[in-house]
């Protein structure tokens, strides 16, 4: 296992281009100045132990040190002690809908994106919950299986968007299905299933799914991301929006809120509907129920121990700057000597 302790200092790396540029402008300077003298070329042969490459090099060196300093502070930590613990809490499994109708903006920065900082927030507070995700449009697929690792879940959250899946849709019941299937064989009251989505054009029997899930004892709450009014689905090219998708007939696709369909599946799987507001995208109200739930016991292996290797990048920073220190400008005695070697002859 591999952790960075403190990974915010990588931003210190942005200072590289910095550094390049103002090498440029010092180098600039320097040409300009030697120009100011009279003829560059007579002007260089009145310094000719004078090393350009040199100059090159320790810019070089002193640039990787800076690097290698950074990624010290960093500090890379390598797990060596993976051992069993017992953990006790509930299984949750969201369901997070990508469907091209979640790029709607009338959640801000857009449906999807509000939903992903809400799992992000949700997931640091969950104390030995596992938790898994689901991904579904036309159709669902597993994107986390269970897990207590939320590390690894916060990674797989950031890699969700809506090109996931091509096949477009709503297939909320595909979902509850999936999800079922992903707990196991385990009944009990210690699951859940959340359901991220605006409800629209779902196409399976959903209700049907949740009241199955119901009977395992299974809670589904749903979270309708969204406005009544309902928003036009904007179409980016290169970051930049280009217009906002049509239906056949040229008109442009407003995309509305199914506040009825997502509450009915709510009321179905025994859970609750929250509508997702700018200010509150509904996740703490849902992890109340969740804390209702009965905690189970069971297994899961984690790194106990961590050993740092700052050291490795930090020596070899010190080396780089030594070497840095003690390479001259000045061009070496022997290639000065082949030098005089080749102009004799």
Same mark, same amino acid.
């Given at each position: 296992?591999?952790?960075?302790?403190?990974?915010?200092?990588?931003?210190?790396?942005?200072?590289?281009?910095?550094?390049?540029?103002?090498?440029?402008?010092?180098?600039?300077?320097?040409?300009?100045?030697?120009?100011?003298?009279?003829?560059?070329?007579?002007?260089?042969?009145?310094?000719?132990?004078?090393?350009?490459?040199?100059?090159?090099?320790?810019?070089?060196?002193?640039?990787?040190?800076?690097?290698?300093?950074?990624?010290?502070?960093?500090?890379?930590?390598?797990?060596?002690?993976?051992?069993?613990?017992?953990?006790?809490?509930?299984?949750?499994?969201?369901?997070?809908?990508?469907?091209?109708?979640?790029?709607?903006?009338?959640?801000?920065?857009?449906?999807?994106?509000?939903?992903?900082?809400?799992?992000?927030?949700?997931?640091?507070?969950?104390?030995?919950?596992?938790?898994?995700?689901?991904?579904?449009?036309?159709?669902?697929?597993?994107?986390?299986?269970?897990?207590?690792?939320?590390?690894?879940? !916060?990674?797989?959250?950031?890699? $969700?968007? &809506? *090109?996931?899946?091509?096949?477009?849709?709503? @297939? /909320?019941?595909? %979902?509850?299905?999936?999800?079922?299937?992903?707990?196991?064989?385990?009944?009990? !009251?210690?699951?859940?299933?959340? $359901?991220? &989505? *605006?409800?629209?054009?779902?196409?399976?029997? @959903? /209700?049907?799914? %949740?009241?199955?899930?119901?009977?395992?004892?299974?809670?589904?709450?749903?979270?309708?991301?969204?406005?009544?009014?309902?928003?036009?689905?904007?179409?980016?090219?290169?970051?930049?929006?280009?217009?906002?998708?049509?239906?056949?007939?040229?008109?442009?696709?407003?995309?509305?809120?199914?506040?009825?369909?997502?509450?009915?599946?709510?009321?179905?799987?025994?859970?609750?509907?929250?509508?997702?507001?700018?200010?509150?995208?509904?996740?703490?109200?849902?992890?109340?129920?969740?804390?209702?739930?009965?905690?189970?016991?069971?297994?899961?292996?984690?790194?106990?121990?961590?050993?740092?290797?700052?050291?490795?990048?930090?020596?070899?920073?010190?080396?780089?700057?030594?070497?840095?220190?003690?390479?001259?400008?000045?061009?070496?005695?022997?290639?000065?000597?082949?030098?005089?070697?080749?102009?004799?002859?």
């Amino acid at each position: 296992m591999f952790q960075l302790e403190n990974k915010y200092f990588l931003y210190a790396l942005s200072l590289i281009p910095v550094f390049i540029i103002i090498y440029w402008l010092v180098n600039r300077w320097r040409r300009k100045a030697l120009a100011a003298y009279g003829d560059v070329s007579i002007v260089k042969q009145l310094i000719p132990d004078v090393s350009v490459s040199k100059r090159i090099w320790k810019f070089i060196l002193f640039t990787l040190a800076f690097t290698l300093v950074i990624v010290g502070i960093v500090n890379p930590q390598v797990g060596t002690k993976l051992e069993e613990v017992k953990r006790k809490g509930a299984d949750l499994m969201i369901c997070l809908d990508v469907s091209n109708s979640m790029k709607a903006e009338d959640l801000q920065p857009n449906r999807l994106e509000k939903a992903k900082q809400a799992i992000s927030k949700l997931i640091n507070k969950l104390e030995g919950d596992r938790l898994g995700i689901i991904v579904f449009g036309g159709e669902a697929y597993v994107q986390l299986p269970i897990t207590t690792d939320y590390s690894a879940a !916060k990674l797989f959250l950031e890699s $969700i968007n &809506t *090109d996931m899946i091509p096949t477009q849709g709503t @297939a /909320i019941g595909t %979902a509850i299905d999936l999800a079922l299937e992903s707990f196991g064989k385990d009944e009990g !009251k210690n699951k859940a299933i959340v $359901i991220i &989505t *605006d409800g629209e054009n779902h196409e399976d029997d @959903a /209700i049907k799914a %949740a009241e199955l899930a119901a009977e395992k004892g299974i809670a589904i709450h749903t979270i309708g991301m969204g406005s009544a009014d309902g928003a036009p689905i904007p179409v980016y090219k290169n970051n930049v929006r280009e217009s906002f998708r049509k239906d056949k007939d040229g008109n442009t696709v407003v995309t509305k809120l199914n506040e009825q369909a997502l509450q009915e599946i709510a009321a179905a799987g025994n859970g609750i509907y929250v509508r997702a507001s700018n200010s509150d995208a509904g996740l703490n109200s849902v992890l109340d129920e969740v804390s209702k739930l009965e905690k189970k016991q069971f297994e899961s292996k984690m790194y106990s121990d961590y050993e740092d290797r700052f050291q490795w990048f930090v020596a070899a920073a010190l080396v780089l700057l030594l070497i840095e220190l003690f390479l001259t400008e000045r061009k070496s005695k022997i290639y000065q000597r082949l030098n005089l070697f080749n102009d004799k002859q």
